[in-house]
T-cell receptor, first 114, second 113 residues
Framework: AQKVTQAQTEISVVEKEDVTLDCVYETRDTTYYLFWYKQPPSGELVFLIRRNSFDEQNEISGRYSWNFQKSTSSFNFTITASQVVDSAVYFCALRPFDDYKLSFGAGTTVTVRA | DGGITQSPKYLFRKEGQNVTLSCEQNLNHDAMYWYRQDPGQGLRLIYYSQIVNDFQKGDIAEGYSVSREKKESFPLTVTSAQKNPTAFYLC????????????FGQGTRLTVV
């Protein structure tokens, strides 16, 4: 069984503040993939990042950064210097290496106020 | 353009009627998925298919049925057995091999009255 938990339901920040989204997962698999997706108001999910379980290197892409810690089963996502366009629902997801079952967390709604 | 097409965008049906949601992809992806999204519950997996003529139940398959007769198509039928069918439905596909992300359609909002 696998489970993804995003404990933060909603986060509201003022523009230029940093915001960190938590993601904790459970899986019996030793190898797996973790993902983050963004869902803007239009509804379509947009892929942000994929991380393999055997690669714990953190990653930065522009204002986005991700912190993967296998020891605590966490894959947190930080938006630095947030902008109004970052307002969206963000989902964390997990997929086992040898299965196509892709499971999502409940999502975190981020609102960035001008 | 390559992508995933869900139709229609909005769908209204009377209670007790079966309804089929369309999902077509021209990305030559092997795997396809159906998710249901309700406020506060994230995306819940209904069914997924790894290859033509094969599919597996997800976490909330009761009241739904699917078919995968063609690689590019994965229609979802919401049957009258589904107790609370009003929701936003998202279809996705992925190459199927490991180490790949899923791509999503724009969704169908189903309202049962």
């Amino acid at each position: 069984a696998q489970k993804v938990t995003q404990a933060q339901t909603e986060i509201s920040v003022v523009e230029k503040e940093d915001v960190t989204l938590d993601c904790v997962y459970e899986t019996r698999d030793t190898t797996y993939y973790l993902f983050w997706y963004k869902q803007p108001p239009s509804g379509e999910l947009v892929f942000l990042i994929r991380r393999n379980s055997f690669d714990e290197q953190n990653e930065i892409s522009g204002r986005y950064s991700w912190n993967f810690q296998k020891s605590t089963s966490s894959f947190n996502f930080t938006i630095t210097a947030s902008q109004v366009v970052d307002s969206a629902v963000y989902f964390c997801a997990l997929r086992p290496f040898d299965d196509y079952k892709l499971s999502f967390g409940a999502g975190t709604t981020v609102t960035v106020r001008a | 353009d390559g992508g995933i097409t869900q139709s229609p965008k909005y769908l209204f049906r009377k209670e007790g009627q079966n309804v089929t949601l369309s999902c077509e992809q021209n990305l030559n992806h092997d795997a396809m998925y159906w998710y249901r999204q309700d406020p506060g519950q994230g995306l819940r997996l209904i069914y997924y298919s790894q290859i033509v003529n094969d599919f597996q139940k997800g976490d909330i398959a009761e009241g739904y049925s699917v078919s995968r007769e063609k690689k590019e198509s994965f229609p979802l039928t919401v049957t009258s057995a589904q107790k609370n069918p009003t929701a936003f439905y998202l279809c996705a596909s992925s190459v199927g091999a490991t180490n790949t992300e899923a791509f999503f359609g724009q969704g169908t909002r189903l309202t049962v009255v």
